[in-house]
């Protein structure tokens, strides 16, 4: 478990995606489940939140039983494996969420830079590396029970999401690339802070502009991730050695990229931290009100749902 944790303080100090994909994580998309239905389901409002995070456990069996074709007792197991992860987030990531968002509400009641919205950004990765440091012991379980069949299964689902991300972010000009970005991130801020005045949308379209178009490398760079992920799988080294290199590929994704597209992502990064940071210093006292609103709504819902059995 010591090379998880250094790996998790690498990831912590060094790794930096930008503005690309939330597909972008290699790892089959399962692990990326938790954090995603959990901040869309956020911006739909606070109710949502406690009433969906209840049910996390049915979608991610149905999700998972969808890509394989598990027989009864490997099932179970993974029913139970499900239940036991969730039940740790609950009780123990859950408090720090609420936390971090009341730290980060009291943050921006002045002005930010570009650095502290850098801090928080790391600490989010924090959390996302100790959530992938947990489910290692029993996604490797779960792995190594994977018939030859049921795993060739998974590298065809793989490729086909490969092939359905590429048409969804990649398979466009780039022209509607920018608009459809554009359109996103606008949507985005208007849910959580309000409607935004000319000058903001104004500036959100200039930062992005400035970013660099990544869409046509990062399909390419998943691959290379998976090729890793299978030769894993498929050789079935001795456990400890198959729990650390799992842990490797799970909070180090960004050691499979390419140099050159990791830099892209790192500049990406830092035009999104100054985007961020400038678009919380030019809120109305309305826009901050509303948004502070919704992220201590967010913090009580962590808390209520931590309290719970």
Request: aromatic share 8%; net charge negative.
């Amino acid at each position: 478990m010591q090379r998880a944790i250094s790996l998790t303080d690498r990831r912590s100090a060094e790794h930096r995606p930008g503005a690309v994909p939330a597909s972008d994580l290699r790892a089959p998309r399962i692990r990326t489940v938790v954090l995603v239905a959990l901040l869309s389901l956020s911006l739909g409002g606070c109710s949502v939140v406690r009433t969906a995070y209840n049910q996390l456990d049915w979608v991610i069996t149905r999700y998972l039983t969808k890509h394989f074709e598990l027989d009864d007792a490997q099932e179970r197991e993974l029913r139970t494996m499900v239940d036991r992860n969730l039940e740790w987030h609950r009780t123990t990531q859950l408090p720090l969420y609420s936390d971090f968002l009341a730290n980060l509400v009291a943050t921006m009641d002045e002005e930010v830079t570009p650095e502290q919205m850098g801090a928080a950004y790391n600490r989010t990765l924090v959390f996302w590396d100790d959530f992938m440091l947990q489910i290692v012991p029993d996604s490797q379980t779960f792995l190594a029970n994977l018939s030859d069949e049921q795993v060739d299964q998974m590298i065809e689902r793989l490729e086909k999401n490969n092939e359905e991300m590429y048409e969804t972010y990649s398979g466009r000009t780039p022209e509607q690339r920018e608009a459809r970005r554009n359109k996103n991130t606008i949507k985005l801020a208007e849910r959580v802070m309000g409607r935004l005045n000319d000058e903001q949308k104004d500036k959100i379209r200039e930062s992005l502009a400035e970013m660099e178009d990544s869409s046509e490398d990062w399909v390419d760079n998943r691959r290379q991730w998976q090729v890793v992920f299978i030769e894993l799988v498929r050789e079935e080294p001795p456990e400890a050695e198959y729990r650390e290199r799992l842990a490797s590929l799970f909070v180090a994704p960004r050691d499979y990229d390419d140099p050159e597209f990791q830099a892209v992502i790192d500049r990406n990064l830092q035009r999104g931290l100054e985007l961020t940071a400038w678009i919380v210093n030019s809120m109305t006292p309305q826009q901050r009100r509303k948004l502070n609103k919704r992220l201590l709504g967010f913090a009580e819902d962590f808390d209520r749902l931590a309290e719970q059995t």
